[in-house]
T-cell receptor, first 114, second 114 residues
Framework: DTGVSQDPRHKITKRGQNVTFRCDPI?????LYWYRQTLGQGPEFLTY????????KSRLLSDRFSAERPKGSFSTLEIQRTEQGDSAMYLC????????????FGQGTRLTVV | KNEVEQSPQNLTAQEGEFITINCSYS?????LHWLQQHPGGGIVSLFM???GKKKHGRLIATINIQEKHSSLHITASHPRDSAVYIC????????????????FGKGTKLSVKP
């Protein structure tokens, strides 16, 4: 296991289209986080899974956003009817169940909505 | 006011200089992370601190829990150190998410000139 992987690395889409990103966490990690990072800003929390349960969603996650982690392993983040304001880097991180451990980040998926 | 503030926002240094990046936070934390983000977007965890000081190679991180302040130092800086350095705290409350979600600073962009 080489770490957290995200796919795709880059996505360009037309406004109004749907996009889906995938995150494969480190295999023994049961916690998975999605963050969004816009240019010049630090990452912002979107949502958090513990195993397959989505325990928290940020108010940043509008109705057009949905995330799943169906078997408690990989996770998907879907954005429906994309808008230009959705253009950002989407980062995934995972950590173990212990409360105070490092989070390991993926390379991110850079979304550009044109 | 952001819960995690970093200074400076941008820093340019000559190769060999000693560099300090500061982070102040206003929430209760269980740990503080220093992260490095290269232009491609991927984030690497440098340190996780809950007290005192840690050293890894030319990097030193310190934290003062009473003052809610941390510093990242780079000794003998090198152009390959050029990156964005992000401070993130793991909150003890449910701010921005449950179970100690990470709250990020906006990052410090470091450029080291040869």
């Amino acid at each position: 296991d080489t770490g957290v992987s995200q796919d795709p690395r880059h996505k360009i889409t037309k406004r109004g289209q749907n996009v889906t990103f995938r995150c494969d966490p480190i295999s023994e990690h049961n916690r998975l986080y999605w963050y969004r990072q816009t240019l010049g800003q630090g990452p912002e929390f979107l949502t958090y899974f513990q195993n397959e349960a989505q325990l928290e969603k940020s108010r940043l996650l509008s109705d057009r956003f949905s995330a799943e982690r169906p078997k408690g392993s990989f996770s998907t983040l879907e954005i429906q009817r994309t808008e230009q304001g959705d253009s950002a880097m989407y980062l995934c991180a995972s950590s173990s169940r212990l409360s105070n451990t490092e989070a390991f980040f993926g390379q991110g998926t850079r979304l550009t909505v044109v | 006011k952001n819960e995690v503030e970093q200074s400076p926002q941008n820093l340019t240094a000559q190769e060999g200089e000693f560099i300090t990046i500061n982070c102040s936070y206003s929430v209760g934390i269980s740990a503080l992370h220093w992260l490095q983000q290269h232009p491609g977007g991927g984030i690497v965890s440098l340190f996780m601190l809950s007290s005192g000081k840690k050293k890894h190679g030319r990097l030193i991180a310190t934290i003062n829990i009473q003052e809610k302040h941390s510093s990242l130092h780079i000794t003998a800086s090198h152009p390959r150190d050029s990156a964005v350095y992000i401070c993130a705290v793991r909150s003890t409350g449910s701010y921005g998410g449950s179970q100690g979600n990470l709250i990020f600073g906006k990052g410090t962009k470091l450029s080291v000139k040869p």
